[in-house]
């Protein structure tokens, strides 16, 4: 159930992203047209599992963020959490930034920089949207990572939005599934 306001926050993305697109290509030309199914629909996946609200006063980074994915979609639905949208490629936070502001968003940030340059303990949730390898993730996320925070039954942590077979990526991170 979104608000009025959430509805137009979600609604002037797509012609924000299909003008900033012309000007910098941060979705796949192909892609834009399914900007709602694709890249929108799919960074709420994590809202349909995660609560956010349920925690006061949650930071949460997205690494390696691109477009602003998952991070822009979460933080319009989460306005009372704080979203720090990380990426490497400055030209992309440009887009993200107009998005932002566009949107109206306030409780986004931007920061141009690696994950692993980031100040540790930071954030009580790390997310991301099929950036890297789980290895890779886990190597620069865990360190931000600040502990003693829960959130309904789960306790902070990461969120990796991946698909296909993950078995070997699984495997190859030593970490549990």
């Given at each position: 159930d979104f608000t009025p306001e959430q509805e137009s926050q979600f609604e002037k993305l797509g012609d924000l992203?299909?003008?900033w697109n012309e000007k910098i290509n941060v979705i796949s030309r192909k892609d834009i047209d399914s900007l709602y199914e694709k890249h929108i629909l799919h960074s709420l996946a994590i809202a349909a599992i995660f609560d956010f609200s349920a925690g006061e006063g949650l930071q949460i980074a997205d690494i390696g963020t691109?477009?602003?994915f998952p991070g822009i979609p979460l933080a319009i639905v989460f306005p009372e959490?704080?979203?720090?949208?990380v990426d490497s490629i400055g030209k992309k936070l440009k887009v993200v930034e107009a998005v932002v502001e566009g949107v109206g968003l306030?409780?986004?940030k931007t920061i141009h920089s690696?994950?692993?340059?980031l100040q540790p303990n930071t954030y009580?949730?790390?997310i991301s949207r099929a950036v890297a390898p789980l290895k890779d993730l886990w190597l620069w996320g865990g360190p931000l990572l600040r502990g003693g925070r829960k959130l309904d039954e789960f306790k902070n942590g990461m969120i990796f939005l991946k698909g296909g077979d993950l078995s070997q990526e699984i495997s190859d991170s030593k970490l549990r599934p």
């Amino acid at each position: 159930d979104f608000t009025p306001e959430q509805e137009s926050q979600f609604e002037k993305l797509g012609d924000l992203y299909s003008d900033w697109n012309e000007k910098i290509n941060v979705i796949s030309r192909k892609d834009i047209d399914s900007l709602y199914e694709k890249h929108i629909l799919h960074s709420l996946a994590i809202a349909a599992i995660f609560d956010f609200s349920a925690g006061e006063g949650l930071q949460i980074a997205d690494i390696g963020t691109g477009g602003g994915f998952p991070g822009i979609p979460l933080a319009i639905v989460f306005p009372e959490v704080q979203f720090t949208l990380v990426d490497s490629i400055g030209k992309k936070l440009k887009v993200v930034e107009a998005v932002v502001e566009g949107v109206g968003l306030t409780n986004v940030k931007t920061i141009h920089s690696r994950a692993e340059e980031l100040q540790p303990n930071t954030y009580d949730f790390v997310i991301s949207r099929a950036v890297a390898p789980l290895k890779d993730l886990w190597l620069w996320g865990g360190p931000l990572l600040r502990g003693g925070r829960k959130l309904d039954e789960f306790k902070n942590g990461m969120i990796f939005l991946k698909g296909g077979d993950l078995s070997q990526e699984i495997s190859d991170s030593k970490l549990r599934p």
